[in-house]
């Protein structure tokens, strides 16, 4: 899918047949390159290279690898913290309070992301980023460190309202390659989300509670005995502090120059995130006489889909750690922090298979929309059976939920990519730090919102063992595929609009 946006037309004035056939749409003209502006600068490394910008694409992905992990490491071992910070009087209302923990994060990210993604259009994608990753090295230590239930909270809201990368940085991929590798930048940026959601529950259910797990390691009175969950977000702190020191080479691809004589856009064109990229940029920028984003619905629509499957990914997450390490008398499965780490870390390597070699064929033939809708389709009725996997015996149990833990998250991959890329082809190159900065206000709205829910839902649910309509945790599941269900019929053309660049299945 070609992005036909600005500046769509290339001179052809001396260059051969060849030449001109392998250079895209989407590149300047020589004449329009600007020394000393970084934007200008990868675009001519983009018109030399025809090939997949590895380097480039190693940025991506470990900056969003940094930004997950930190966000569901604290799942596998939230049970336990609730427990040992003795908040919960009951049992039962551990679900309760772990949820508002979880939700601290997402919502401070509502209140800034659209704010970063400005910030990303006006002053560059790499000082945004390495701000982003700085905070992760900050809080993230500093949540590991909380003796109390409001600091933990306290960490975790401003861990995620200075936490601006994951918008910025997906503007960043499709930036950095030309139009036939959008595709695959999109599909890094989910696959490294995806592995960090994954991989942050694997090293919380192997490193939480060291002193209890490793005593020939680590001692009772040593700073991991007093503090048992300081390990994993040291872990992540470490990795995070490695890629900010990375990010002094990462190329910047604002374009930072002046408006020329002939109309080119410039800074101040790209600050003004609300204006139609069909409309002629004025010198007044007044935001309420330009056509604004909310009213590309194409965008809209695109972006309600993605807040509604990434409320039902939050909740899952959230229920499935608690689901699977509450007693089987509440309708669990009795499992460890370390069982649930493993089934985790299962998860994220298919994931890295599945998004490199299987999605990108995938979505060749089948488009974002109608892969988007089979996958929705699948996934409600792995949710029905996982109620039931409370009847199964080791070995069996643990075959049957790591099979349908790959399979339930391949799947939930596969339509948040597929949202990425509609979002993304529905705007043009100099809205897509504010476009995606809105996504991802809506996404953290929902996910604020979904870690708490799920946690009262599930607590309400563990009391009612014996109720007639759905005991338990099947009312639960119940819940989340009542949520898949609203999310799969939004896909259709009724709701969902189609960009004219993008597939229309």
Not at 126 to 133: C, D, I, L, T
Request: charged share 15%; aromatic share 12%.
């Amino acid at each position: 899918m070609v992005d036909q946006d600005h500046d769509g037309r290339q001179g052809r004035g001396q260059e051969s047949p060849a030449a001109e056939s392998s250079v895209p749409l989407l590149e300047k003209k020589a004449a329009q390159y600007v020394e000393g502006c970084p934007g200008c600068a990868v675009d001519r490394r983009k018109a030399a290279n025809p090939g997949i910008p590895y380097g480039s694409f190693i940025y991506v992905w470990i900056v969003v690898l940094c930004t997950a992990i930190p966000i569901s490491s604290l799942f596998p071992f939230l049970y336990f913290m609730i427990r040992d910070l003795h908040i919960a009087e009951r049992t039962e209302d551990i679900g309760f309070y772990a949820g508002f923990v979880g939700a601290a994060f997402m919502f401070g990210r509502c209140l800034t992301s659209t704010i970063w993604g400005i910030a990303a259009d006006r002053i560059g994608r790499k000082p945004v980023v390495m701000f982003g990753v700085f905070s992760v090295v900050i809080f993230n230590t500093l949540f590991g460190l909380s003796v109390t239930y409001w600091m933990a909270i306290a960490t975790r809201f401003l861990l995620g309202a200075l936490n601006g990368l994951l918008g910025p940085m997906k503007a960043y991929a499709i930036e950095v390659c030309r139009p036939e590798h959008e595709a695959l930048a999109l599909s890094l940026v989910s696959t490294a989300w995806g592995i960090g959601l994954i991989i942050g529950p694997a090293l919380g259910g192997y490193l939480a509670l060291p002193a209890e797990k490793y005593p020939n390691i680590f001692s009772p009175d040593s700073l991991f005995g007093r503090f048992p969950y300081f390990l994993p977000c040291l872990c992540t702190s470490v990795f995070a502090a490695a890629v900010l020191i990375s990010c002094i080479w990462m190329p910047e691809t604002l374009h930072k120059h002046k408006v020329s004589e002939n109309g080119n856009q410039s800074v101040e064109a790209l600050e003004a995130h609300l204006i139609d990229p069909k409309e002629k940029v004025e010198q007044s920028n007044s935001l309420d006489t330009k056509k604004s984003l909310f009213k590309n619905w194409p965008l809209m629509s695109s972006i309600i889909v993605y807040c509604v499957f990434s409320f039902h990914d939050m909740a899952y997450t959230e229920v499935f750690s608690l689901w699977a390490e509450s007693d089987r008398m509440y309708g669990g499965l009795s499992l460890s922090s370390e069982d649930v780490g493993q089934t985790l870390a299962i998860t994220g390597a298919s994931l890295l298979v599945y998004q490199l070699f299987l999605y990108p064929r995938i979505n060749r033939v089948l488009g974002p929309i109608k892969s988007s809708q089979i996958a929705a389709g699948l996934c409600i009725p792995i949710l029905f059976a996982y109620p039931y996997m409370t009847y199964l015996s080791e070995p069996g149990l643990s075959i049957i939920l790591n099979i349908a833990s790959v399979i339930k998250n391949n799947l939930g991959v596969t339509i948040i990519t597929g949202t990425f890329i509609l979002q993304n082809n529905a705007v043009s190159q100099d809205q897509r730090g504010a476009a995606n900065g809105l996504a991802m206000t809506g996404m953290s709205f929902f996910k604020a919102v979904a870690p708490a829910g799920a946690g009262i839902v599930f607590s309400w649910a563990q009391k009612r063992q014996q109720a007639f309509f759905f005991p338990g945790d099947q009312m639960v599941f119940f819940l989340l595929n009542i949520i898949e269900l609203l999310g799969l019929l939004l896909t259709f053309k009724f709701f969902l609009a189609v960009p004219d660049q993008s597939d229309s299945n």
